[in-house]
């Protein structure tokens, strides 16, 4: 963010006399962006970093000035949710990083640590506007369950205000509730909503909610709501597919007698053979879909564990994130393109070459595939855009031949 947290802009002073701008260790280090002003005459003038820590009464303050700002949140959150909102994009960082820190803090803001959902509220009753009369009346659509909100203030305020209240947000604690049934204590949640969005759709198609966890904090806060949900199960979009998207009556496939293997078998050797990567483990699975040529024909799976043990080793080291070379391909083999790829590879007129043309456009289309899925996460360095781009020069080309 484009804010020094290290400098406070927090005043003391002492019976309306000036004492210090130094108040590293009056304010506790999650709110040190607060403004503002402190004057107690209990505030001793021998202002020395070793005289403020040791004194109880600069400890009372800290604890004070925390609470006053838990009980605004909070009053806030309960009476003025479109204005909460809009406050939260900026203030929402500090909030988790105090949960965190303090035990106190967490406590008291628990209940109002929000996030953005892909759950879309029924629209069933309006709140009602303040006494207050505006040139346009604050409109709220709230859920069946009056849990998750949406603020839909029609016209008024800036660009960016509406585009942020007009969103869903709601809390781990709701998500939990209303998802009982669907997936009980599992949290699906993204951290990029752009190279993510693929899983994220799939989620939603499938009516699976989704949170977006895409602060630069939130890799750490996760690990703490671990802890304070010990039952949920917290899982990105990218990690795994839930039993909820695989289509399990897609999964009983006739075995062919002459080659004692089911399509899936045949397509999962064409893609090993293709990718030629012994750490690239493949799999075939069916995705559930209303139209198949709507869902990926393939989508790159990182484990959970594995997945957060690398970036926290990279963390360590203070080095940038590498992809990882061990990752699953999923392969959807309700896709059309998938269920042709077959049928091309075991094209019947061999070349001189000893090779079927057939197979070998089978081969790269395999390729293809196989990068599209690995565009959607990582992109591709020099050398591995070139490969891309020569191969889809040479897919249109052949395709263009027949």
């Not at 006494?131 to 409109?139: A, G, I, S």
């Not at 839930?242 to 080659?259: R, S």
């Not at 456009?361 to 591709?380: E, N, P, R, S």
């Amino acid at each position: 963010p484009d804010v020094d947290v290290t400098k406070g802009q927090i005043k003391l002073f002492c019976n309306q006399v000036f004492v210090s701008d130094n108040c590293e260790e009056v304010i506790p280090n999650f709110l040190m962006p607060l403004r503002g002003v402190i004057d107690s005459p209990d505030i001793p003038l021998n202002v020395s970093r070793s005289a403020l820590t040791k004194d109880r009464t600069v400890a009372r303050i800290g604890d004070f000035i925390a609470k006053k700002v838990g009980d605004r949140l909070k009053q806030q959150y309960q009476d003025e949710r479109d204005q909460y909102i809009r406050a939260w994009q900026d203030v929402g960082t500090f909030v988790k990083f105090g949960c965190i820190n303090s035990d106190k803090f967490k406590k008291q803001v628990e209940d109002i640590v929000i996030f953005r959902t892909t759950y879309q509220p029924v629209e069933s009753s309006e709140a009602p506007t303040t006494d207050t009369p505006t040139d346009t009346p604050k409109v709220e659509v709230q859920s069946q369950e009056g849990d998750a909100w949406e603020d839909v203030t029609p016209d008024g305020g800036t660009e960016q205000d509406k585009s942020s209240s007009s969103q869903p947000y709601t809390t781990i604690k709701e998500y939990l509730e209303r998802n009982k049934e669907n997936h009980e204590n599992r949290v699906f949640y993204c951290t990029d909503e752009a190279s993510q969005a693929t899983y994220v759709e799939l989620h939603k198609n499938q009516g699976l909610e989704v949170l977006f966890m895409d602060s630069f904090i939130d890799n750490h806060y996760i690990s703490f709501l671990e802890r304070e949900y010990t039952e949920a199960k917290f899982s990105r979009v990218d990690s795994d597919l839930d039993d909820t998207l695989v289509d399990q009556e897609q999964e009983k496939e006739i075995v062919d007698p002459k080659t004692n293997k089911t399509r899936s078998d045949l397509i999962k050797e064409l893609f090993e053979q293709a990718i030629n990567k012994p750490k690239v483990n493949v799999r075939t699975q069916a995705l559930k879909s209303d139209d198949p040529q709507g869902t990926p024909p393939a989508m790159v799976l990182l484990p959970e564990a594995m997945r957060r043990l690398q970036e926290m080793t990279a963390m360590m080291q203070q080095e940038s994130v590498q992809f990882p070379e061990e990752h699953i391909l999923v392969v959807n083999t309700t896709h059309p393109l998938i269920q042709n790829l077959v049928n091309l590879s075991q094209g019947s007129i061999i070349h001189s070459g000893g090779q079927s043309p057939s197979a070998e456009l089978a081969t790269m289309i395999c390729q293809h595939v196989y990068d599209l899925a690995l565009m959607a996460q990582k992109g591709f360095d020099a050398e591995g855009m070139k490969a891309f781009v020569e191969r889809s020069n040479k897919v249109m080309t052949r395709l263009t031949q027949e």
